[in-house]
């Protein structure tokens, strides 16, 4: 089983980039971390969870929101990570969530030749 996390807020393409890896990878879960904006905004076929983050929190914070939103929800021991949507802040209090959660990560990322893991 496979679950995906990725980050889905600022950068420019970087919507598609995600959407391409949800179309391509075969995934049985797939948790958005994004903002209100993204939530409404972005339609993907596969069905998606949403974790809606308030970036003008503090670090502390984010991770404790995220944390709460995937602990005891991802099936398995380890996620698909992917981080180029989105700001460094964002990116370390997801990376911190997983950590924290217990689960491991491997990063995938979408290139000429598909997905694949780095």
């Known amino acids: 089983m496979t679950a995906l996390v990725a980050c889905l807020t600022t950068g420019k393409g970087t919507w598609g980039h995600v959407s391409r890896i949800i179309e391509e990878m075969e995934l049985d879960q797939i948790f958005l971390i994004t903002n209100e904006f993204g939530q409404k905004n972005f339609n993907h076929k596969k069905p998606v969870q949403f974790i809606i983050i308030d970036n003008t929190k503090q670090i502390k914070e984010l991770v404790q929101d995220i944390k709460d939103a995937i602990e005891d929800k991802i099936c398995g021991t380890e996620v698909a990570l992917n981080l180029i949507s989105g700001t460094g802040k964002e990116h370390m209090a997801i990376i911190a969530a997983i950590i924290q959660s217990g689960l491991g990560f491997r ?6 030749d598909g997905v694949i893991e780095i």
């Open 107 to 112: 990063l995938v990322v979408l290139t000429k």
